[in-house]
T-cell receptor, first 111, second 116 residues
Framework: RKEVEQDPGPFNVPEGATVAFNCTYS??????FFWYRQDCRKEPKLLMS???SGNEDGRFTAQLNRASQYISLLIRDSKLSDSATYLC????????????FGTGTRLTVIP | DAEITQSPRHKITETGRQVTLACHQT?????MFWYRQDLGHGLRLIHY???????NKGEVSDGYSVSRSNTEDLPLTLESAASSQTSVYFC???????????????FGEGSRLTVL
């Protein structure tokens, strides 16, 4: 079983829509959680960290559900520029060498 | 501005040849990593280093080696390239932040390797 699982999509949504991605992780000892964004043929870049209480950054909201072992990313008022692949990342134990990446969920925002 | 660069960006080689991918960062980060990215798989860790002269095997280290002779560079060597090593390779670096599980990973632009 993979450490981190994501729905690969693609998600095709119109501009202005709200879209949500979920990601499940298998190790209950996981400590840190992140969403990275990867544009086509580009490198991943940190979008946001995910905190236990949930956190918001503009149109983006990340939430963690430890009991069900999933994290989510909500994007409100989608923009064309949000089109990308969103990678769920989980840190099993302390240390950057223990980061596990999901395969990514592809989002296309349509005019 | 600080950055992390990889070279070459694209490489085609033949089975059995030795290949070295370069990674250079000017962030002065202690931590450096090599990942490969393949369709259907997330980024998978090949090797990593927490400082000069420190190297460690990751999840998919067979057939790869690294060396860390200074803070800025972590070259990745494929001793004898195989077709299964056709992939996109990403180098990354991060700083160690006391009290936090891990710092943000900063990735290079990637090196696309094709082994024929």
């Amino acid at each position: 079983r993979k450490e981190v699982e994501q729905d690969p999509g693609p998600f095709n949504v119109p501009e202005g829509a709200t879209v949500a991605f979920n990601c499940t992780y298998s190790n209950s000892a996981s400590q840190s959680f992140f969403w990275y964004r990867q544009d086509c043929r580009k490198e991943p870049k940190l979008l946001m960290s995910v905190y236990s209480s949930g956190n918001e950054d503009g149109r983006f909201t990340a939430q963690l559900n430890r009991a069900s072992q999933y994290i989510s990313l909500l994007i409100r008022d989608s923009k064309l520029s949000d089109s990308a692949t969103y990678l769920c990342v989980v840190n099993i134990i302390t240390g950057a060498n223990n980061l596990f990446f999901g395969t990514g969920t592809r989002l296309t925002v349509i005019p | 501005d600080a950055e992390i660069t990889q070279s070459p960006r694209h490489k085609i080689t033949e089975t059995g040849r030795q290949v070295t991918l370069a990674c250079h960062q000017t962030w002065n980060h202690n931590n450096m990593f090599w990942y490969r990215q393949d369709l259907g798989h997330g980024l998978r860790l090949i090797h990593y280093s927490y400082g000069v002269h420190d190297t460690n095997k990751g999840e998919v280290s067979d057939g790869y080696s690294v060396s860390r002779s200074n803070t800025e560079d972590l070259p990745l060597t494929l001793e004898s390239a195989a077709s299964s090593q056709t992939s996109v390779y990403f180098c990354a670096s991060s700083e160690t932040i006391p009290g936090q599980a891990t710092g943000e990973l900063f990735f290079g632009e990637g090196s696309r390797l094709t082994v024929l």
